[in-house]
């Protein structure tokens, strides 16, 4: 029972590996992205489907809640939250559209659009995309699996070079709270 063990956490280490070998630059980009959005007064919207949504509202709360230290708030909304909401969209709409109505209400230029996707391929997560592309937002993506049309929509795609779902989800909950860290002592909050 120990060996499987050992192989998927030697596995998972290897992947580690390799991302901070090969991303630390872009992960370094988006923490230079996330400050400077909320350093002009923008606001962080973090989405994305199933696990991927759980870390956009672990992330969001990090950055209004705090991260490593007791700070001032900063602002942050899981677009994944508000049940009414995605219920009443998905069934007046679509289920595709339940994301890009909250950016098309919320999101305003200066603002900047965090996207959680393992495929790149949901279609919510693409139509949050193109509307905020259509009101001057910028997007960031943490993406797998080669990054899917997802990664083609966005400003900056930080691509785990992985088909495993989980590990992908893994990696991008690691990064978000290493570019926390970087924000807040950025913004110089610790």
Excluded: W
């Excluded at 305003?108 to 509307?131: F, Q, V, W, Y």
């Excluded at 009101?135 to 992985?162: M, N, R, T, Y």
């Amino acid at each position: 029972m120990e060996q499987p063990i050992r192989e998927e956490l030697e596995r998972l280490s290897e992947l580690v590996s390799l991302v901070a070998r090969n991303q630390a630059g872009e992960i370094a980009a988006l923490a230079r992205l996330v400050a400077g959005v909320l350093r002009s007064g923008g606001v962080l919207y973090f989405a994305g489907n199933g696990g991927s949504a759980a870390d956009a509202q672990h992330l969001a709360t990090e950055y209004v809640v705090r991260y490593t230290r007791s700070r001032a708030a900063l602002p942050a909304v899981a677009l994944t939250t508000d049940s009414s909401l995605l219920t009443a969209c998905g069934n007046d709409f679509s289920f595709e559209e339940i994301f890009a109505r909250q950016v098309e209400a919320l999101c305003k230029p200066g603002d900047l659009l965090i996207l959680h996707s393992t495929s790149g391929a949901s279609p919510n997560l693409l139509r949050a995309a193109r509307a905020a592309r259509e009101k001057g937002v910028q997007v960031a993506a943490l993406l797998g699996k080669g990054g899917g049309a997802l990664k083609e929509l966005a400003d900056l795609s930080i691509v785990i070079p992985s088909d495993d779902t989980s590990h992908i989800q893994e990696l991008h909950l690691a990064i978000q709270h290493i570019v926390c860290g970087l924000v807040e002592r950025e913004l110089a909050l610790v």
